[in-house]
């Protein structure tokens, strides 16, 4: 399997050709299939495609993990380009979706007119499926363990107005079986990355996993780039992260820099960063 990033916060150092937003698209090439996994928020990642050598045009798939726009708002770039491939997407209620801190309040949510005009491109699904050969989108998360301290800002809203803290239940898991094992794709893992390995060890329990890819959702603030938690809380995930036989951890975006080396003291070489322009072999 090949994973390229096409858009994250930040990008390699020696990649200025790139262009960078807060948001995510990874292109993954898997034994015959090449499907995207997010779009971001606008053509960033359909601009930097070409430049990574990735032609939009030659997907198959995509899949989007929750429903924030930094995630999904792409997607209208993506189908103007691609006229075959579908976007799968968690069905669920309708909601706008918000952060709401000290006073201010910002809508993070995807762009309804998408769904109301790609209506045909787009698959809603509401149980584990199996969308293109080895390649899973599992829709119930478990919830054996809390979700990141970093979700206490992020609301829904129902028509009539309340507000209430979003559940996530517009969250997907990617979980792709090769011949040597699985590899989970997070998104922004607001379920808790550790609930979904624990759902990849789940329904796949005899098989090996050879990664986990994606973000971990361990920012509080992110303008002031805080962590969600305590500097302990960040090393107990690591532990308990460690626990798990994965053999390597690929992340970024919405991880955060400052939790990614407090995770880096504990997991060492099993952890590392993924940002814009990043190609790597799993």
């Not at 798939?61 to 799968?88: M, P, W």
């Not at 011949?179 to 998104?187: K, P, Q, R, S, Y």
């Not at 951890?249 to 070489?269: R, S």
Request: charged share 25%; net charge negative; with cysteine.
């Amino acid at each position: 399997m090949i994973v390229t990033t096409l858009v994250d916060n930040s990008r390699l150092e020696h990649r200025t050709d790139l262009c960078v937003e807060r948001g995510l698209s990874l292109h993954i090439d898997t034994e015959g299939t090449k499907l995207l996994f997010d779009m971001g928020s606008g053509r960033t990642f359909f601009d930097n495609a070409p430049l990574l050598n990735i032609d939009i045009q030659e997907v198959d798939l995509a899949v989007i993990s929750h429903r924030h726009h930094d995630h999904c708002n792409g997607t209208s770039h993506f189908l103007e380009q691609n006229g075959v491939a579908k976007v799968y997407l968690k069905s669920c209620g309708d909601k706008d979706y918000c952060f709401r801190a000290f006073g201010f309040k910002s809508d993070v949510g995807i762009d309804k007119a998408l769904l109301e005009r790609t209506s045909g491109r787009i698959v809603l699904v509401t149980e584990t499926t199996q969308v293109a050969p080895n390649v899973h989108v599992i829709a119930k998360i478990s919830d054996k363990y809390p979700q990141p301290k970093g979700n206490q800002y992020l609301y829904t809203q129902s028509k009539d107005g309340r507000y209430e803290k979003d559940t996530f239940e517009h969250e997907l898991l990617l979980v792709i079986k090769e011949e040597d094992g699985l590899v989970i794709f997070t998104g922004c893992a607001h379920s808790g990355v550790l609930n979904m390995i624990e759902t990849a060890v789940e329904l796949f329990p005899n098989d090996r996993i050879k990664a986990v890819v994606g973000g971990f959702h361990l920012v509080g603030l992110p303008v002031f780039n805080s962590i969600g938690g305590t500097k302990d809380d960040i090393k107990a995930l690591g532990i308990a992260l460690s626990r798990y036989p994965v053999e390597k951890f690929y992340t970024g975006h919405c991880t955060g820099m400052k939790a990614y080396h407090l995770l880096k003291e504990v997991l060492g070489d099993r952890l590392e960063h993924l940002p814009t322009g990043r190609c790597v072999e799993v």
